[in-house]
């Protein structure tokens, strides 16, 4: 069953139902928690965020990050926009950056956002590091998002097999986050929502572990099943980073 540190929620969109899952395990490497879950109470809007590292740095970032991006989205509410979003990134990043100039360590995290537009009929991704956002749709399964890793430019341009030693280093190596000194922007992504579209926000923790297949098996159900059997897969796996994971699901209103 779903632990307390679970969240179900339910949300009326136009004409659109939508429920949302989302939760969080520490895992067996990390001695604590190093990501960050937002799963709304009033807005239909769901984030994850992952520290990098396993120091007060990765606490610091992650939680600066996802306070600074709550807060203006929750001040423009559903009709915040790309400019909105954009900004919203700018001054996490102006944030982190500063937060990070107090501590003698890496000061960074990632940062995958999914905010429902006021008609319930599209949402905007934003995206910047290695957590993902996944969209079941008619039974496919899709990666939206995009890896701000050497390992994904390896793996598009062939440097390496993806099952090398070398593409398992690039992993770690981040082109883009929050806190990166050149305060890099975030991709952008307005996705449409029909009934039956299910989408999956996570971090690597959730996306390393669990296979193509056995992602889209779980997400083809209840969000609140998903998000419980993928975070024991997790742990059943290795449990070898933080693990945390939102689902929306859409379905038609009432």
């Not at 926009?81 to 900004?87: I, K, N, S, V």
């Not at 360590?105 to 956002?113: D, M, V």
Request: with cysteine; net charge negative; proline share 5%.
């Amino acid at each position: 069953m779903l632990t307390e540190s679970d969240i179900v929620r339910y949300f009326e969109c136009g004409t659109h139902r939508l429920t949302v899952a989302g939760g969080s395990r520490v895992g067996n490497r990390y001695p604590a928690n190093f990501d960050v879950l937002h799963v709304d109470p009033a807005l239909p809007f769901v984030a994850v965020a992952d520290g990098m590292g396993a120091g007060q740095g990765s606490t610091v970032a992650g939680t600066t990050a996802m306070e600074t991006f709550v807060a203006a989205v929750r001040a423009a509410g559903p009709s915040a926009g790309a400019a909105h979003l954009r900004a919203a990134v700018a001054t996490a990043q102006t944030r982190v950056r500063a937060a990070g100039a107090q501590l003698d360590e890496l000061t960074g995290c990632t940062l995958t956002a999914l905010l429902v537009g006021p008609t319930g009929t599209d949402a905007w991704i934003t995206q910047i590091g290695d957590s993902r956002a996944y969209r079941l749709r008619n039974g496919l399964l899709e990666l939206l998002t995009v890896d701000h890793t050497a390992a994904w430019l390896g793996a598009v341009y062939g440097w390496y097999p993806a099952d090398s030693p070398q593409a398992a280093a690039a992993r770690y190596q981040l082109a883009r986050y929050l806190g990166h000194p050149d305060e890099p922007e975030a991709d952008l992504l307005n996705v449409s929502l029909r009934p039956g579209d299910v989408y999956c926000l996570c971090t690597d923790g959730v996306s390393e572990p669990i296979g193509y297949d056995r992602l889209r098996q779980l997400l083809d159900g209840e969000p609140a099943n998903a998000v419980r059997v993928l975070l024991a897969d997790t742990l059943a796996t290795g449990g070898r980073d933080n693990a945390t994971i939102t689902v929306l699901k859409v379905g038609a209103g009432g």
